[in-house]
T-cell receptor
């Protein structure tokens, strides 16, 4: 079974530029998550999708971050414009459902450096 | 609210030493508890989980018991190997639907030969 795919693995941009990350979840997984992991901290949920609908985006900085999952499969996360404090690893995860016993499977992450 | 507190690292142990990484939690409802591991250059992987009080999760020689009375889920291994060097994250999912994870800050473990 293929895992969660993410690209790119690394990205370096200057502040005020835009950047987009892509995620392809495990086939058949209805729920998709984007997390932000700042160095030295645990992952923090940014947004959760169930199929192509948003379940929770309460911690997404909506003035600069956006995410979509138009066909209920792969997803993109965008930052526009980027700030220095956005430097982090952006993790995508997927699970079969939303019950609290459903394991989340994580991708390798995209490491973003904002200069 | 929901939160997870882990012991701070880094932790350095010699091979075959006993490992304990402390984890305590605060949660509403009846959470499920998890330990995830992140090997260098790789994504987070589920190590073990427990979904109700007194359950013991175990995998690859690691164990953790869901203690409701002490709100703890400490990770233990009797004899660590060099290959166990990684960052370990304790996490919980709040009770009910939504499946939002709350992660601890992670504990870095280095095992030396």
């Amino acid at each position: 079974e293929a895992g969660v795919a993410q690209s790119p693995r690394y990205k370096i941009i200057e502040k005020r530029q835009s950047v987009a990350f892509w995620c392809n979840p495990i086939s058949g997984h209805a729920t998709l998550y984007w997390y932000q992991q700042i160095l030295g901290q645990g992952p923090k949920l940014l947004i959760q999708f169930q199929n192509n609908g948003v379940v929770d985006d309460s911690q997404l900085p909506k003035d600069r971050f956006s995410a979509e999952r138009l066909k209920g499969v792969d997803s993109t996360l965008k930052i526009q414009p980027a700030k220095l404090e956005d430097s982090a690893v952006y993790l995508c995860a997927s699970s079969k459902g939303t019950r609290n016993y459903n394991e989340q499977f994580f991708g390798p992450g995209t490491r973003l450096t904002v200069l | 609210g929901n939160s997870v507190t882990q012991m701070e690292g880094p932790v350095t142990l010699s091979e075959e030493a006993f490992l304990t990484i402390n984890c305590t939690y605060t949660a509403t409802g009846y959470p499920s508890l998890f330990w995830y591991v992140q090997y260098p250059g790789e994504g987070l992987q589920l190590l073990l989980k427990a979904t109700k009080a007194d359950d013991k999760g175990s995998n690859k020689g690691f164990e953790a018991t869901y203690r409701k009375e002490t709100t703890s889920f400490h990770l233990e291994k009797g004899s660590v190997q060099v290959s166990d060097s990684a960052v370990y994250f304790c996490a919980l999912i709040s009770g009910g639907t939504g499946n939002q994870f709350y992660f601890g800050t992670g504990t870095s473990l280095t095992v030396i030969p």
